[in-house]
């Protein structure tokens, strides 16, 4: 699976933005088809984003796109113009039900046919942004194979909730943000945490992401070149975390040698449940490169 820290979104009908996307670095774009395109401009970011994919070969940088939701008129123009183009991935906004998974991954599945595309085609990433789809999250992430991560989208949930937007790091929207972790953790997907909306705060998006690590997200959307960095450093297990989890694991590899189960490292008692957590930061440290 690739490594999602830092999710950039390019909206699909500013030719600008597409164009200066070549000579970024976030770990995936989302080219966008819907929230970031006037409906006048839809068939334009579709001619647009398929163009970029052609012209773009694969990448370290996952090229994925995101289409106008199931529902909606725009879904099946979206889904011809693009299949045909190959993107890494395809991101749904506002899924609710394991059916409605079921109805993309048909009808992607169609579309890939018809443009002649061939292979198991791109996985599916999956926003969740109402009570409803929260509540049927776990289904949702295991309604298909193609479905590889669940992404927060709070402006839509908050609106569902009839509540106002608020911060991300306290109250309903914490609560949320942890419910969503322990959907897709059981469903064993990847968790993808809600944009910053102040482009100016670096520290206060830098706390947002370091809170979202914690709480066992793999990474956040982005919403500017800008917040790229900030994002994938709070995403990206430090020299010190990745030293101390090698300590871990060569120390407890040593102490099964011996006949132990335990052992102890910096007066600490140290068991399995301890060293796979350890274990999988190595595992993130080696997907960002670092180990």
């Known amino acids: 699976m690739r490594v999602r820290r830092s999710l950039l979104f390019i909206p699909g009908s500013d030719e600008r933005k597409l164009a200066k996307s070549r000579a970024l670095t976030p770990d995936a774009f989302i080219f966008d088809l819907e929230d970031g395109v006037a409906p006048d401009r839809k068939e334009e970011a579709r001619r647009q984003v398929a163009m970029l994919l052609r012209e773009v070969p694969p990448g370290a940088a996952e090229r994925a796109v995101r289409l106008n939701g199931l529902k909606t008129p725009f879904f099946a123009e979206d889904l011809q113009a693009i299949a045909g183009a190959q993107p890494d991935a ?86 949320v943000r942890c419910a969503l972790v322990l959907a897709a953790r059981a469903a064993g997907v990847e968790a993808i945490d809600t944009i910053y909306e102040t482009l100016g705060d670096v520290e206060g998006l830098r706390a947002e992401a370091e809170q979202a690590a914690a709480l066992g997200f793999a990474g956040k959307l982005a919403l500017h070149p800008a917040q790229v960095e900030p994002i994938q450093a709070a995403f990206t297990p430090s020299a010190e975390e990745v030293a101390y989890a090698r300590r871990v694991v060569e120390g407890f590899e040593a102490a099964k040698a011996a006949g132990r189960g335990v052992f102890t490292l910096d007066g600490r008692m140290i068991d399995e449940p301890f060293v796979e957590v350890e274990r999988r930061l190595l595992a993130r440290a080696r997907q960002a490169g670092l180990a």
Do not use: M, N, Y
Not at 146 to 154: C, S, T
């Open 90 to 175: 395809l991101v749904l906004p506002k899924v609710e039900s394991p059916e409605e998974v079921a109805a993309i991954e048909a009808a992607v599945a169609a579309a890939e046919r018809a443009a002649g595309v061939r292979g198991p085609g791109p996985p599916l990433l999956l926003f969740i942004e109402s009570a409803r789809g929260l509540a049927a999250a776990a289904a949702i992430a295991t309604a298909s194979r193609r479905v590889q991560a669940l992404i927060l989208g709070h402006a839509d949930f908050c609106k569902d909730l009839g509540v106002r937007q608020a911060r991300a790091t306290e109250g309903i929207l914490l609560h």
